[in-house]
């Protein structure tokens, strides 16, 4: 017998604070208006849908079963197209995840993946499979088996390994020269960098300089490395970074302008309100309002 569905607005996460997870099945998995936000949890979600994902800098449109894998660092939401989605979830904490990090193949996994989106369409084989594991993780946590929890992660180690199998190589192992390791780096050290937690936290690195300080390199070769591999300059990556940063803080947080401002590293905030208006076209107050209409 498995979890009868409910929402994920009625989901009681008690248990993902005592257990380091929380197995459930939901018959809605998103919502009509799309409002990126954050999560304090890893998640992989098995769902069957029409729907529009929202996800880091990319809109994708969805129809069918899709395997997705979200970690904490990265806003997401999901506009649902038709009523009838349904599938299952299964959330963990920063703790549970770091217990699997002795698995070599588990580092390349969606879950510790910078700069792709972890979306796995599912044929009716292996939708089938999947949702059989999903079950048994359903039927564990029920149950009283002094191990579930590990049997749990046994099952999520064997989601983690058949997503590795379903995008071979080319999605998730970055091709073995110097460009692309540097570029990767990059990516990974401006990507922990976020999301900023509280207003005394200030953004330690702001320029494609400083980041070629932290990594050692000289700034020239930095940017011809990350120009080679994602077709876009060192100090855009940057800018769109700081820019999302500025766009989730201004719609999730009741910090002041100033605070964001100084939190993301501009020394006034009117450097703050020129830079977000130029990339944005509206000013950081416009933006809070229409996003609090919307």
């Known amino acids: 017998m498995i979890d009868s569905p409910i929402s994920p607005l009625e989901l009681n996460t008690t248990d993902l604070a005592l257990k380091g997870f929380k197995v459930y099945a939901v018959d809605h998995l998103c919502t009509m208006k799309p ?20 996800y880091a800098h990319e809109s ?51 879950f510790f993946k910078i700069g792709s989106t972890p979306l796995f369409p599912l044929n009716e084989e292996q939708a089938r499979f999947m ?15 002094a191990f579930k929890g590990e049997l749990i992660r ?19 192992f970055q091709p073995r020269n110097a460009s692309s390791r540097l570029a990767s780096l990059f990516l990974e050290v401006l990507e922990q960098l976020f999301p900023l937690e509280n207003p ?14 932290r990594l050692s390199v000289h700034v020239n070769h930095l940017n011809r490395a990350v120009k080679e591999v994602t077709g876009k300059p060192t100090s855009t990556h940057i800018t769109n970074r700081i820019t999302d940063e500025a766009k989730a803080l201004l ?28 990339h944005t076209g509206y000013t950081p107050l416009a933006f809070r309002k229409g996003a609090s209409k919307g």
């Open 154 to 172: 046994t099952y999520i180690q064997l989601v983690i390994h058949e997503a590795l199998h379903l995008e071979p190589a080319k999605t998730f």
């Open 251 to 278: 719609q999730h947080t009741n910090w002041s302008v100033a605070e964001i401002a100084y939190s993301l590293g501009f020394a006034y905030p009117t450097y703050f309100n020129n830079f977000f208006k130029k």
């Open 60 to 110: 994708l449109e969805l129809d069918g079963t899709y395997l997705f894998f979200t970690n904490p660092h990265i806003p997401y939401t999901m506009e649902r197209l038709a009523e009838d989605d349904q599938g299952y979830a299964c959330l963990f904490t920063e703790e549970f995840i770091k217990s699997l990090d002795r698995l070599e193949s588990l580092q390349h996994s969606p």
């Open 35 to 54: 409002q990126l936000s954050r999560r304090d949890f890893y998640k992989v979600t098995l769902m069957t849908t029409k729907s529009r994902l929202h």
């Open 200 to 213: 005394q936290q200030t953004l330690p690195l702001k320029t494609a300089q400083e980041f070629a300080d």
């Open 131 to 145: 949702r059989n594991i999903f079950q048994k993780m359903l039927e564990e946590q029920q149950a009283d088996y």
